[in-house]
T-cell receptor, first 114, second 117 residues
Framework: GNSVTQMEGPVTLSEEAFLTINCTYTATGYPSLFWYVQYPGEGLQLLLKATKADDKGSNKGFEATYRKETTSFHLEKGSVQVSDSAVYFCALANSGGSNYKLTFGKGTLLTVNP | DAMVIQNPRYQVTQFGKPVTLSCSQTLNHNVMYWYQQKSSQAPKLLFHYYDKDFNNEADTPDNFQSRRPNTSFCFLDIRSPGLGDAAMYLC????????????????FGPGTRLTVT
């Protein structure tokens, strides 16, 4: 079956530090990969996505590259801000009949201090 | 703006008293999902509708039911809430091939925080 393993948190950084949150996956075929962000008390927002090998998703200074050879989709940002403090979820989706489901990792809490 | 709306944002119910959470969407997506999210955990899929076809997850308790009267609205009914049902409930939508396909990405509402007293 499908599974997503992401870096255990919490992660605490100072403003302008470099961020990496690791994510690896197990899936059959060619899944689509996503990073979602959840700010306190809110729903999930799609941060970026990649649908095939070597695709790079990017948004708001965040990037992640779909690496099929290492089954990874690590999230990076060169300079984090206090406003990036949130929980980040890595997720994958695989087709299967009409089952358009997401498989989530456990989430990584990021706290950025000024 | 097209969006997913959940009402209410906060709901308090008593132990054993039925409660209904609502979700509406202006995206005209044909798949709608309900998730349960407990503190510091990933969202857990309860069920989803593909148009009017209901798809229940194998481990979703019978206490949880859902209705989708039309494309825009979907309801989550908890027949007899227990203390363990206190959580954030998230509604999401997605497209399908042939309906403005945007891959498998899902669009989430802001959630309803349910408290059971």
């Amino acid at each position: 079956g499908n599974s997503v393993t992401q870096m255990e948190g919490p992660v605490t950084l100072s403003e302008e530090a470099f961020l990496t949150i690791n994510c690896t996956y197990t899936a059959t075929g060619y899944p689509s990969l996503f990073w979602y962000v959840q700010y306190p008390g809110e729903g999930l927002q799609l941060l970026l996505k990649a649908t095939k090998a070597d695709d790079k998703g990017s948004n708001k200074g965040f990037e992640a590259t779909y690496r099929k050879e290492t089954t990874s989709f690590h999230l990076e940002k060169g300079s984090v801000q206090v406003s990036d403090s949130a929980v980040y979820f890595c997720a994958l989706a695989n087709s299967g009949g009409s089952n358009y489901k997401l498989t989530f990792g456990k989430g990584t809490l990021l706290t950025v201090n000024p | 703006d097209a969006m997913v709306i959940q009402n209410p944002r906060y709901q308090v119910t008593q132990f054993g008293k039925p409660v209904t959470l609502s979700c509406s969407q202006t995206l005209n997506h044909n798949v709608m999902y309900w998730y349960q999210q407990k503190s510091s955990q990933a969202p857990k899929l309860l069920f989803h509708y593909y148009d009017k076809d209901f798809n229940n997850e194998a481990d979703t308790p019978d206490n949880f039911q859902s209705r989708r009267p039309n494309t825009s609205f979907c309801f989550l009914d908890i027949r007899s809430p227990g203390l363990g049902d206190a959580a954030m409930y998230l509604c999401a939508t997605s497209t399908t091939p042939g309906q403005g396909w945007r891959g498998y990405e899902q669009y989430f509402g802001p959630g309803t925080r349910l408290t059971v007293t």
